[in-house]
């Protein structure tokens, strides 16, 4: 999955105006919105929500400017990790499971690692920069935490009541646990910078939004904006699916429980904290006995 941050909003531009093309084009009519929803202001009016939606866009570029100009050292993590989190919830779109590949690439740095085989062919792969340098204290090595440690609060996160974005915390704490930083910094930095965006252009949107939502222009975008959200979602599993793949100790039996997973909530709509549970156990059985696929 190319996670690089801006694709997801190009993606979802796309898709709307793929479908504006397409309705208009073809003649139909404009879907009439739905009746009134009753949330069209909550009692914030106008001016309020657009200093609000202005507060957002100048927080963004401000904490992204100043980045720039720092390095990754003292005082100075807190404003990265803020940044890294803020900028990631300001441009994600598509919900929780989408935006776990692009923070996975603001915490993991990687670099290209080549090898030449016996015929003298170059194989390059994209490895984390810990594993190119072989350990992770190494001078070099520009990664907040490894892969494994994300996803253990992956884990963590998805057995626990609440938004998927509470995983911020658990990331917040170990990013600055590992710099040598009070780890209530670094949960308050990564958990205010991923859910503030949303709460600020909620609330600076919705005196908007009776309007906004009548609007011709957007009733045609939207099937395609949702089909492409959904697009999202899907590419994260995989991506994900990879990430877990190649940092197992056992890959395909990892394949195997999450298989099982997947069939217990889907199929026999267990709870999902019980099944992570579960794959814990799997996972403690499989790494005792060393299983694995056997081929024929």
């Not at 499971?97 to 996975?104: A, C, D, E």
């Not at 015929?119 to 001078?139: A, L, M």
Request: proline fraction near 6%; charge should be neutral; hydrophobic fraction near 50%.
């Amino acid at each position: 999955m190319y996670s690089s941050a801006w694709v997801f909003p190009v993606l979802i531009v796309f898709g709307g105006i793929c479908t504006y093309i397409k309705e208009i084009r073809d003649g139909k009519p404009v879907a009439e919105a739905p009746g009134k929803e009753g949330i069209e202001s909550l009692g914030v009016p106008k001016a309020v929500g657009a200093f609000l939606i202005l507060t957002w866009l100048a927080i963004l570029i401000l904490t992204i400017i100043l980045r720039s100009t720092m390095e990754y050292e003292g005082s100075a993590r807190g404003l990265f990790w803020f940044e890294s989190f803020y900028r990631t919830g300001s441009i994600i779109f598509g919900g929780g499971q989408v935006v776990l590949p692009l923070i996975i690439n603001e915490l993991v740095q990687y670099k290209e690692s080549c090898v030449t085989d016996i015929k003298g062919k170059e194989i390059c792969e994209t490895v984390p920069d810990y594993e190119f340098w072989g350990r992770f204290d190494h001078p070099e090595v520009n990664s907040w935490m490894t892969e494994a440690e994300f996803l253990a609060g992956l884990g963590l996160a998805q057995a626990m009541p609440g938004p998927l974005f509470n995983i911020s915390a658990y990331l917040g704490a170990l990013a600055a646990s590992k710099a040598g930083v009070n780890a209530l910094v670094g949960v308050a930095c990564a958990w205010f910078g991923l859910f503030g965006p949303g709460v600020l252009v909620i609330y600076g949107a919705l005196p908007f939004w009776g309007t906004f939502r009548k609007w011709p222009v957007y009733r045609r975008a939207l099937p395609g904006m949702n089909s492409a959200a959904v697009g999202l979602i899907v590419a994260s599993v995989f991506s994900l699916y990879n990430k877990v793949r190649s940092t197992s100790p056992f890959p395909d039996t990892a394949v195997a429980i999450g298989l099982i997973g997947f069939v217990l909530v889907e199929l026999y709509k267990a709870p999902a904290p019980a099944v992570v549970v579960l794959g814990g156990i799997l996972g403690l059985l499989g790494t005792a006995l060393k299983l694995k696929w056997v081929d024929g």
